[in-house]
């Protein structure tokens, strides 16, 4: 009989990260002018998360493109670190994802794609994770380089404990729409 392999189940999104921080607000004393510093860059990185939705564990990969060969990328990661595992990675339709050689590679890593449907993007907890990151991370905190400001952002989420990981993309939640499966002893133990 053969063995039944443990599961994991990852959740897979992209961000851009600009050299401009977002402006949420602006406080200054009374009387003075915010000062709002403008570089005239367009510098951009593209930070890539893998979110374990039964651990919090996070694995954050950073590019200069979104595109198929780093997507490629980031899967020899993926099963690189869950060596061992059946691997169940959710994801949007994004044109890095789709492609044939991503789903190919894919295949022969065993690693399993599913595809979120098309503007849900509320059903991916990594969504959750980048409105904190640009929220609360980088939001009104110039850096001297896009370069500093993702290095701010991992350094955010790596001092963030797992739970508090988990909190925020909203997997503690009741409502979480795959919280019997997280819930369910099918997953193994937590990594």
């Not at 009387?31 to 039964?54: D, E, M, N, S």
């Not at 059946?86 to 050689?101: K, N, S």
């Amino acid at each position: 009989m053969k063995e039944k392999k443990r599961k994991v189940i990852l959740f897979v999104d992209a961000t851009f990260i600009t050299e401009t921080p977002p402006l949420r607000s602006s406080w200054a004393p009374v009387g003075t002018q915010v000062r709002i510093p403008v570089t005239g860059q367009r510098a951009k990185r593209v930070l890539w998360a893998v979110f374990h939705i039964r651990t919090g564990t996070l694995l954050l990969h950073r590019s200069e493109r979104w595109n198929q060969k780093v997507f490629q990328d980031l899967l020899r990661q993926v099963r690189r670190k869950w060596r061992g595992w059946a691997v169940v990675l959710f994801l949007d339709r994004g044109t890095p994802h789709t492609a044939r050689r991503s789903r190919a590679l894919a295949k022969a890593l065993g690693i399993d794609l599913r595809f979120l449907p098309r503007a849900a993007s509320h059903l991916n907890p990594v969504e959750s994770l980048w409105r904190y990151a640009k929220g609360r991370l980088l939001a009104n905190a110039p850096t001297q380089t896009v370069e500093a400001s993702v290095d701010h952002v991992c350094r955010g989420f790596r001092e963030l404990s797992p739970r508090d990981r988990l909190r925020l993309a909203g997997v503690l939640s009741e409502r979480f729409w795959l919280r019997k499966v997280i819930m369910s002893h099918q997953l193994g133990p937590p990594t």
